[in-house]
């Protein structure tokens, strides 16, 4: 059965830059955006700032250095990190020689890559206050739910919240919303991790020794990789999409009573463990959906100098590779007005691996907020402008320059 609903929408903003989704790729785009000068308006379906990396319990902010002592992620990437860890030393996992020193030699291998674990509270607050110090309007509780598209360019934005429906008219739209939503709803072409995902169930403790992050459930390794890697013991034999209500909903309670089970063992072993003080508020759910965008970035593809790049990533699981991103991974031929950033930009299953942690958000999150700052048809932006407005941000752009 279907009922048809007829109603018009009023519009109630009509922002420079829209940016949905308020994770770190959203917290990224949104900072870029409004130091160019655009007038922000940020949409956020929960009520914290930073997505996974804050109320999903994933604060381990992984390497902006290639390993081998080079540092490749600039800008806000390296920003955020140090604001992730600027009122809190709850473990820095050893990045002093990239936090403190000057001295190159410090941080050649064996030295800790440049990488930190944070305080997931203090970091949203944090991210918080410096967005409204700039300006950006945030709007929480409210969901990015349909999307008017003419002439190839997204006209309006329709979005749920507590005062009810209404949309917005930007000049360019940022689809951060970790799962290509906006994409999506706008008919563009767009991808499924096919393989689907593993269970999750990351959850702090407090107890003796202090508030510990346990991580429960680790990567999963894309299906082309598989060979040569040993099996993996995952918390169930469970595949996940994360894009079907019910399906989410049941990997939320299976990642609950994960949690429940061990926290009931671990305290019967040990009358001192910890109890758990902090749960994950949105699904740990690490690939869904990603655009097929206007270039598809593979993992063969490191030390490849890109004309259009707009930054450089590291390979969190080994020491050597280095990635230029080109801005085509970022935006789709079927859209003119839509940038995506973070965990949904074109890129292979086995990439899609080393572009969805959080350096790698903040990198395409600082170049879609510029772009969409300066441009009204991402079609037609030149690179070298864009290029000089990142470089003006702190970004490097070509391992060359490293
Ligand atoms: C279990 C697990 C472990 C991980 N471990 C690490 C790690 O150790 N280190 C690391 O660097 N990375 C890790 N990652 C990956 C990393 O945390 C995420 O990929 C990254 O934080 C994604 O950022 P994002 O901004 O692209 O998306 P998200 O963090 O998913 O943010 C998207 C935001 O958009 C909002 N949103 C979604 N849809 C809508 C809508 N329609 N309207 C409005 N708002 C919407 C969401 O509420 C969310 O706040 C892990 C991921 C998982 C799941």
Redesign the pocket.
Known sequence: MHIFESFSTPVRYAPRVLV?????????AAIAAAREGADVLL????F???????????????PLCDGCGKQVSFGLAEELLRLSVALSCDGKRDADPWLHSQNPQDRLPPAPRF?VNFNPQLFALQAEELLLRLGVRILYG????AVSVRDRKIQAVM?EGKSGRFAVAPVCVID????A??AA?AGAPVVRFGQG?VL?A?YYTAGKNGYCLR?L?V?DIPDEQKASAPPVPYLSSQRFSGLDTEEISAFVSLSHHTVLSDYTEKKKADPTFGEPATLPT??????TRRIAGAYTLHDSEMHCAFPDSIGMVSD?RKRGPIYEVPFRTLYSPALRNLLV????TSVTDAMWDIM??????AV??QAAGCAAAISDDIHTLSSEQLQSTLRLQHVRIHESEL
Do not use: H
């Open positions: 949905c989704g308020g994770g770190v790729a959203g917290i990224a949409v956020e379906r929960g914290l700032l930073g997505g996974l990396a804050t109320a999903g319990l994933v604060t381990i902010f992984l990488e409210t969901s990015a739910v979005m951060a919303t970790g799962d939503d906006l709803l995902n999750a990351w991580p459930g990567a949105i699904p740990q759910l690490r690939m969190w950033a973070g965990r949904c969805r942690v959080i350096p790698c958000c395409t999150g």
